[in-house]
Structures are given as structure tokens and as C-alpha cells.
């Protein structure tokens, strides 16, 4: 089967490799100009003249990434299967439409207000109470897009900064972690569960995910799966769904926000799940069954950010794997990520903080279960 993917980066590329052994082709759209997958065939669309060609070429369709525009999803619809479908991307990339279907399943979120002018956005921080977090209602990731705001006063720069028609603004959650569910649904609504991680970000850019969380209750667990189950069956979703969340202090949970793809949280999959995100994504869509999505051993993904890791250092450790991008050296670039398996948490912590030193500018490792 040709698989058409939309977007042509590195979860295009993984996604790619997970295919290839199920004899699966690939054909990447590129509307950027600046393709990274390296792998299958690379259409570069700057134009839009060659939609015609590349659905002419595939079987199906999926996305490695949301920020599309929805009217052409729903035009290759017309034309072609699209796993997981427009309305998944329509929801997703606004952040107010994101947070409506929140609540309407019942899917607990720090408290927000959605401002369309700088004496809205001073007028909510003074509501929510300082500090907050200011972000474009559409577009932005990776810590793009945003401010965190202290002040009522400040709302006014970070109105200009963010320079966005209408944001949303969230109040501070005292969280005791960052954690993330991923979740794959097929053609028939069977839904699988991965493992909860924890994750650590820096700058608003994942450095770090371990999973599974060695000190999660597994009711905790249960309530996850049932927020991101809940959110499958509603947008008859057919892939990888991602919800990140907060656990607060008391171990309940409150959405962040939701990706509908392979997530970079889910990197670990590859060397310490059963079966990744990225084979059983490709199952989904394709009416397979869905692979065993159990944690072989505790993993922890590191990502390496801007300036590539000393690799035959990385290589030359125990049961680390080292998946490089194909792309060059730039600051804030994703250029690869390591996984570390090990038997036990505590010897995955040692590895992790031996591997960390091998990365530049990564920040110091610190996960709460330690």
C-alpha cells in the first residue's frame, strides 16, 4: 500500500521506517519548501499545483503534523481515505475549539479566559490571578506563540509579542508533573493504551519522557485512558491520539492539549514498547490489527536539541539507541533523540544522567518520582 503522508519531517520519516516492513510505500507532500524525511518520495508543493499528482499516487492518507489547512484536508477526503480525519484537525489547531470539546466531555483544564484585545488580556490576568499564560488561539508549538505573564501590567507586551487577533489565557496549574497518554484507535474502534509518561520540558521544548511512570496509581492511569478513549470515540478518530496533562499535586488530572499524530512523547515506543506509535499507527490506518502496547523495560527519551550529542559516546553505552533526523546543526532544531532502556528505574535514572552529559545544553535530568 502507498501510504500518502502530509508533511515531510521526522515523524514522516519514523513512520517510514515502521512501514517499510509491512511492505508499505511512502509519499510525502512538502508545502514548505524544506523537507527533512529523507526517505520514500518527497513532493515539494510550494505551489499547490501538484495535489492531483500525489493523490493519483497514494492509497490513503495521514499527516505527521496538524498545522494544514482544513480545507484541504477536506478536499483530499473527497478524493481519498484521511486517517484521522478534518474534524480531528479542525479541533486541534484552535485552542478554543480544543478547550470547548474539553469540557464538553467532561475533561477537567486550568481555568481560561479567551481575550481579543490587550485590556481583555490585562482584564483576564487580574480575573485568573497572576501568574498566567498567554497563547495564539491558533498556530504556535514548541513554546511558540505564547508569554507567560506576571503582572497585569505586562499584558500589553505580551499582547504586541504574541501579535495575535485572539488568545487564550490559562491560569498556573500547581502541578506535580507533566505527564502524557497516547492512544491509537482503528477502523473498527478497537483502542489500545501505551503506558503514561512523565516529561520534562525546557523552554517549552520535551528534552525528557520516561515511561512508565514507576510511581503512577493505576487509577490514575484509568482516568487517562478514559479522557483520551472519551476524545477518540467523539471525533471517530482512526490513529495515534496524543493528551498531555498535568497531575496536580492531589494526583488528579487537568488537559493541556492534544496532538492528533505521533507525538514526540512517544519517541520511547521505538526501543521500549512492544509495538511503537509509529507501527501501530500505520496498523490503525490501514484496518490492521493493533500491536501490544506494553512497555518492555522502563525507557527514557532524550531528545537532542540545536547541536548533535557525542554519537559514539551515546553508542557506546548500554542498551542505548540513537535515532538521528538527517538534519543540521541549528539552535532550537530537533536533530535526534537517544532512548535508554534498563531493568529497573533506578539504573535508567544513572544512565539517563550519564547520557544527558553527552548532549549539549541539556538541561540537568529531575523527574518527580526520584
Excluded at 521544548?205 to 482516568?223: K, M, N
Amino acid at each position: 500500500m502507498n501510504i500518502g503522508v502530509l508533511g515531510a519531517g521526522q515523524l514522516g520519516r519514523m513512520l517510514a521506517l515502521a512501514g517499510y516492513p509491512l511492505a508499505n510505500r511512502f509519499t510525502f507532500l512538502d508545502t514548505t519548501g524544506n523537507p527533512s524525511a529523507g526517505i520514500g518520495e518527497v513532493m515539494i508543493d510550494t505551489d499547490g499545483k501538484h495535489l492531483e499528482c500525489f493523490l493519483d499516487k497514494v492509497d490513503l492518507v495521514t499527516y505527521e503534523f496538524e498545522h494544514l489547512p482544513v480545507s484541504l484536508v477536506r478536499a483530499i477526503e473527497e478524493r481519498k481515505p484521511v486517517y484521522p480525519g478534518s474534524e480531528a484537525i479542525r479541533v486541534c489547531q484552535n485552542r478554543a475549539e480544543e478547550k470547548a470539546l474539553f469540557d464538553r466531555l467532561g475533561i477537567p483544564t486550568p481555568a481560561y479566559r479567551l481575550v481579543d484585545s490587550a485590556e481583555a488580556l490585562e482584564a483576564a490576568v487580574r480575573e485568573l490571578g497572576a501568574p498566567v499564560v498567554a497563547k495564539s488561539i491558533t498556530e504556535g508549538y514548541d513554546g511558540k506563540g505564547q508569554a507567560v505573564i506576571k503582572d497585569p501590567a505586562e499584558a500589553g507586551e505580551a499582547w504586541r509579542a504574541i501579535n495575535h487577533p485572539r488568545l487564550i489565557v490559562e491560569a498556573f496549574v500547581d502541578f506535580a508533573r507533566e505527564v502524557s497518554i497516547i492512544a491509537v484507535r482503528g477502523r473498527d474502534g478497537e483502542v489500545a493504551f501505551y503506558p503514561m509518561a512523565e516529561n520534562v520540558h525546557a523552554d517549552g521544548i520535551l528534552r525528557y519522557s520516561v515511561a512508565p511512570v514507576p510511581d503512577l496509581d493505576d487509577a490514575v492511569q484509568r482516568t487517562a485512558d478514559g479522557y483520551i478513549r472519551a476524545l477518540l470515540d467523539e471525533l471517530d478518530y482512526v490513529g495515534v491520539l496524543t493528551l498531555e496533562l498535568f497531575q496536580t499535586r492531589d494526583g488528579g488530572l487537568m488537559a493541556n492539549e492534544m496532538a492528533p499524530r505521533v507525538h514526540n512523547s512517544g519517541h520511547w515506543t521505538l526501543d521500549g514498547a512492544v509495538t511503537s506509535q509509529f507501527e501501530n499507527h500505520l496498523r490503525a490506518i490501514q484496518g490492521l490489527p493493533l500491536g501490544d502496547t506494553a512497555a518492555r523495560a522502563p525507557t527514557c527519551m532524550v531528545n537532542v536539541i540545536g547541536r548533535e550529542a557525542d554519537n559514539a559516546a551515546v553508542l557506546a553505552m548500554g542498551d542505548a539507541h540513537l535515532h538521528r533526523y538527517d538534519k543540521g546543526e541549528r539552535p532550537g532544531r530537533k536533530l535526534a533523540h537517544i532512548n535508554l532502556v534498563a531493568p529497573t528505574h533506578a539504573a535508567l535514572l544513572e544512565k539517563v544522567r550519564a547520557c544527558a552529559a553527552l548532549v549539549p545544553d541539556a538541561p540537568p535530568p529531575r523527574f518527580s518520582f526520584e
